[in-house]
């Protein structure tokens, strides 16, 4: 029969392109998040963060934008080349009862593609 | 710095044999985790230890999953015995106390036949 699997979100862009991924997130007591990207045969690689007292924060060619009141994150790669082309995952560090777990909680992640 | 080293990076063994997963973390790195990864549930938790003691394996399938950590630069990940529907790529992360983010090894793709 026939598998079912996670249906990933997909992104193409053209090489050159700015590129927006977006992220819901489940756990409004969640005070940090994290982008991760993962190349094919890869392990997950720490992108950039940002802490639930921001809003904005920029890296080298990548923002990271937060929206606390309908739970929304996203990533913005400007001027993406075909080396940005990769799995992207959003984390949130896990809270509950006033206790932090410790742990990230992942999405399920955007397949971005990047046509030369 | 060596980031966090997994070894075998490819397993292939046949249905009911053992497998270790091995895993050294960063070192100066106080929090490990294992996860796994398939295409039919993702990215998943499966255990995590502080300072080399367990704090939460409820994502652990089953009594077949075990991990230990010895000591603060190794830790295993022990299936036996292994079934088909174990195949996938298995993590190991670490971080320090004082941050959130984790570093990734580079897994371990097993498959069992």
């Known amino acids: 029969g026939e598998s079912v699997g996670l249906h990933l979100p997909t992104l193409s862009v053209q090489e050159g392109d700015n590129s927006i991924i977006n992220c819901a997130y489940s756990?409004?007591?969640?005070?940090?998040f994290i982008w991760y990207k993962q190349e094919s045969g890869k392990g997950p690689q720490f992108i950039i963060d940002?802490?639930?007292?921001?809003d904005k924060r920029q890296g080298q060619r990548v923002t990271v934008l937060l929206n606390k009141t309908v739970k929304h994150l996203s990533l913005q790669i400007a001027a993406t080349q075909p080396g940005d082309s990769a799995v992207y995952f959003c984390?949130?560090?896990?809270?509950?009862?006033?206790?932090?777990?410790?742990?990230?909680?992942f999405g399920q992640g955007t397949i971005l593609t990047v046509h030369p | 710095d060596a980031g966090v080293i997994q070894s075998p990076r490819h397993e292939v063994t046949e249905m009911g044999q053992e497998v270790t997963l091995r895993c050294k973390p960063i070192?100066?790195?106080?929090?490990l985790f294992w996860y796994r990864q398939t295409m039919m549930r993702g990215l998943e938790l499966l255990i995590y230890?502080?300072?080399?003691?367990?704090?939460?394996d409820s994502g652990m399938p089953e009594d077949r999953f075990s991990a230990k950590m010895p000591n603060a630069s190794f830790s295993t990940l022990k299936i036996q015995p292994s079934e088909p529907r174990d195949s996938a790529v298995y993590f190991c992360?670490?971080?320090?106390?004082?941050?959130?983010?984790?570093?990734f090894g580079p897994g371990t793709r097993l498959l069992v036949l």
């Open positions: 992360a670490s971080r320090r106390d004082t941050q959130e983010t984790q570093y």
């Open positions: 756990n409004s007591a969640s005070d940090y």
């Open positions: 940002i802490r639930s007292n921001m």
């Open positions: 984390a949130e560090n896990w809270w509950s009862g006033g206790t932090s777990y410790g742990k990230l909680t």
């Open positions: 070192s100066g790195h106080d929090y």
């Open positions: 230890f502080n300072n080399n003691v367990p704090i939460d």
